[in-house]
Structures are given as C-alpha cells and as structure tokens.
C-alpha cells in the first residue's frame, strides 16, 4: 500500500527565511503533486513533478523530484506572509488517484 | 484546466438522514474520484467514479454508505447515507486534466 509522509506537519517561519517541507512515499509512482489549500478553500495545484531529477519554480516555491530516494521537496525562499496555507504533497496510486500526505500548516511571521 | 462545480456547497444535516453531493465537470472525462477531509485533517480517497461501471471504493469505504453514481462522462454524485457526526467533513471531487489533478470546491457537511 503507498504511503505518503511529510514533515514538518506545522512550520512557523519568519518573513525573509528560507525552509524546506519534505515528503516521502514508499512505492514507485509516475507522478507527484504539489498543492495548496488556504482555510476554508480547496486544493489549487503548485507543480506536478513526473520525472527523476524534475525541478520546477514558482515565484518563492520551488519543488524537486528524486524517484530513487522517493523524496520530493518543496523549497521556500524569503517566505512571505501571503504564502501561510496548507500544503499538501500527493502521489499518483494508479490511474490517477491520489495519496496525500498528512499535509504542513505554514504561518509567516512578519 | 478543467473547471468542477459541486452542490451543495455546504449544508447542516441531522444524523440519521442522507445527503447527495453532485459534481458536474465542464468537459467530458473518463474517471472522475471522491475525497473526503476530515477537519484538520489530510484527503482520503473514498472512490473512484468510472462511467458506465460500479464505483471502485476504497478500504474502509463501502457503497451502502457512499453509494455513487456516474450517469455521464460530465457528472457524477455522492450520497452520504444515514449520517452520523463522524461524517462530518468537506467532500471533493477531483477529475484528471492532463498531468494535472483538478478539484472541486468542495461540499462541507456538517451533521448534528
């Protein structure tokens, strides 16, 4: 059965820090996701990531794919107060279903 | 992308009574898949919707409770039946467009 664990679950930055959110799965996918749900709303799709090696940016997100270690990330840089959200890493199961992790409730500080 | 309505947006039900959530999806599409969200919680896959063949549920789901249909490649419903207040949640469609995964806006449910 695929699992999906990310960390950190909260993550309380300061305006101007950089961090990382991890996720982990344990079986081979084709792809993983990236999305963000702010309170009350629903899931808005970052990246989609389908290869080994894949790297995509977005503004102050960045997100990396190594199917061998089953790791992807989700790099923040100079976080800013508009990017406190929920996000959610998921992973492809089969035929397009999904397996989310536990999802990493980020506050910026200013 | 593809763009999913559903309705209700939200609704308060009492336990023991049923609620069907519709989806309707502006392009035709093969699968289409029901989440649950649990408050504060991550989405689980409850089922997934092909047209023209029962539903395909998933551990711990079972369609007495989740019955579910898909008369056409747009549109799709979820019945919540005989509520209790652990079924409290926000309900999502999700459908494949591409590469990408696309949510709905999500039913939230609250049942009393």
Known sequence: ?110 | SAVISQKPSRDICQRGTSLTIQCQVDSQVTMMFWYRQQPGQSLTLIATANQGSEATYESGFVIDKFPISRPNLTFSTLTVSNMSPEDSSIYLCSVPDGVEGVFGPGTRLTVL
């Open chain 1, 1 to 110: 059965e695929l699992k999906v664990e990310q960390n950190p679950l909260f993550l309380s930055m300061q305006e101007g820090k950089n961090y990382t959110i991890y996720c982990n799965y344990s079986t081979t996918s084709d792809r993983l996701y990236w999305y963000r749900q702010d309170p009350g709303k629903s899931l808005e799709s970052l990246f989609v990531l389908l290869s080994n090696g894949a790297v995509k940016q977005e503004g102050r997100l960045m997100a990396s794919l190594d199917t061998k270690a089953r790791l992807s990330t989700l790099h923040i840089t100079a976080a800013v107060h508009d990017l406190s959200a929920t996000y959610f890493c998921a992973v492809d199961a089969n035929n397009n279903d999904m397996r989310f992790g536990a999802g990493t409730r980020l506050t910026v500080k200013p």
